[in-house]
């Protein structure tokens, strides 16, 4: 193309063709250049692998649309429905029942607290009673350190016995005397002062005869039944 012609197809609008790039020199030919390497779309998003933007945007919608951490509602323990073991609530039946245990076993608790105050208030009369006749009975009973007699009687269940002269024998035997217990001993008293003894403390009376009563029913009044010392009751 001579230069008339070009410049006539430059004056119609054409425009001259692109010269090709030349490659830098000390680089291939195929090599691209540094502004090429590492594009967007080949870079992790966030430093994560394989990241992309659609990926950033959707996170950040994520991140917008949740509550901090602080600000979400924390639901209390006392907020939850009581259940039964199992998921299922009780029924009326079942609370009536456990209801009527549990005034039962009320009740059975009262009874045995009622039971043993009852027992600790016996006790406590019986110790100021067995005062009040220890203290009556002070150096009164007629005991003699010479009685070689001994009568014997029945007395909690067991065969007692207490040394007797043969005068004290006749009058204990004609309602006349008495024996009382007291603190494992047995004291020869007057009838006046077992009566009043026995008022304060029954069960400190340990033989009382009545001289109206049948012989019978008292073997052991008989100066003549004599039971052997040596015999183990």
């Known amino acids: 193309m001579t230069d008339s012609l070009r410049d006539q197809l430059l004056g119609l609008g ?68 009581q259940q039964r073991t199992g998921g299922k609530p009780r ?21 045995r607290i009622a039971a043993e105050a009852a027992k600790q208030e016996e006790a406590r009369k019986r110790r100021e009673a067995r005062a009040q006749v220890t203290e009556l009975v002070k150096d009164k009973a007629l005991n003699q350190a010479d009685a070689d007699i001994a009568r014997h009687f029945p007395y909690g269940g067991k ?44 069960a400190a009376v340990a033989l009382k005869v009545d001289p109206d009563a049948p012989a019978g029913d008292d073997p052991y009044a008989d100066p003549m039944y004599q039971v052997p010392d040596d015999l183990v009751w």
């Open 14 to 81: 054409f425009k001259p063709a692109p010269k090709p790039e030349r490659p830098a020199q000390g680089r291939p030919a195929g090599q691209p250049t540094g502004k090429a390497q590492g594009r967007p779309q080949d870079r992790p998003a966030h430093g994560k692998p394989g990241g992309r933007p659609g990926d950033r945007s959707q996170q950040r919608a994520g991140e917008r649309t949740q509550p901090p951490r602080g600000d979400r509602p924390q639901q209390r323990s006392g907020d939850r429905p």
């Open 91 to 111: 029924t009326r039946e079942e609370i009536d029942l456990a209801k009527a245990y549990a005034l039962r076993a009320q009740r059975e608790k009262d009874e």
């Open 159 to 202: 065969i007692k016995r207490i040394y007797v002269t043969a005068d004290q024998l006749k009058a204990l035997n004609a309602g006349e005397l008495g024996v009382l217990q007291l603190d494992g001993r047995y004291l020869l008293v007057t009838a006046t002062l077992l009566a009043e003894a026995e008022g304060i403390f029954p």
